[in-house]
């Protein structure tokens, strides 16, 4: 059974792969996103998401727990009047960002990366569990247009917390998406892991998505009835 790891533990990520049908397990990093940014110098928000994804992907795809398997590592990066946004973490960033953004648009990176850490001996291991030795990543990115938000909108939606741990300040499958007037891309973009790049990365490794099929996608029911 070919397994894939999530290297990440956004819980937006683990619940789009699971409303998508898609087996997974999750082991998440222990990356510092900060020294590695400090390290490579990268300031572009593009080339940021996908270092941060590859770093997050090759960290946990050298621990003994990945072997055998394809480990994804995620990463967003929201980019605003060409600046890049992370986690605000705090509420007055939060608010500083979100003002500036009511009634505006902005572009949201998500950097993907697949490492492919099964055995590529085919003397050593099963015919179905036959490693690619792949390591591969790709960027998807989306424009994002706000409403204009209020004052005390704004104050709201900060003090339910959403926001602090999002890049850009702002999800889209919470309470912000009463703000977002529409996306221009794919939404699982914004939401932070492609369900269709994850596809074509996997082609790269010669693994189809159908594989990774728990037997069918949550039932729209159940999610109205959350």
């Known amino acids: 059974m070919t397994r894939l790891i999530l290297a990440s533990q956004s819980p937006a990520r683990t619940k789009l792969l699971s409303h998508a049908g898609i087996r997974h397990e ?12 400090a390290r490579y110098g990268v300031t572009d928000p593009h080339d940021t998401a996908l270092l941060l994804a590859r770093a997050k992907a090759e960290a946990v795809a050298s621990l003994p727990e990945a072997e055998g ?37 902005g572009v949201l990176h998500t950097g993907h990366w697949l490492v492919d850490c099964r055995d590529t001996d085919p003397e050593a291991t099963d015919p179905d569990g036959f490693g690619s030795g792949a390591t591969l990543g790709s960027v998807t990115s989306a424009e994002v247009h706000f409403m204009e938000m209020s ?14 741990q999002c890049a850009g300040s702002f999800t889209i499958d919470g309470y912000g998406g009463a703000f ?22 996997l082609g790269q490794a010669q693994v189809g998505i159908t594989e990774l099929w728990t037997g069918g996608a949550i039932d729209p029911a159940e999610v109205r009835a959350e």
């Open 26 to 37: 999750i082991l998440v990093s222990d990356v510092d996103e900060d020294a590695v940014q």
């Open 69 to 105: 398997a394809l480990v994804l590592g995620c990463d967003s990066v929201f980019e605003f009047d060409g600046e890049a946004h992370g986690k605000p973490y705090t509420a007055d960033v939060a608010k500083e960002r979100m003002l500036r953004m009511s009634g505006a648009m």
């Open 151 to 164: 004052g005390d909108e704004i104050d709201a939606y900060i003090a339910t917390g959403e926001p602090l």
């Open 180 to 201: 977002i007037r529409k996306v221009d891309g794919d939404p699982h973009t914004v939401v932070g892991l492609s369900i269709s790049t994850l596809r074509g990365l």
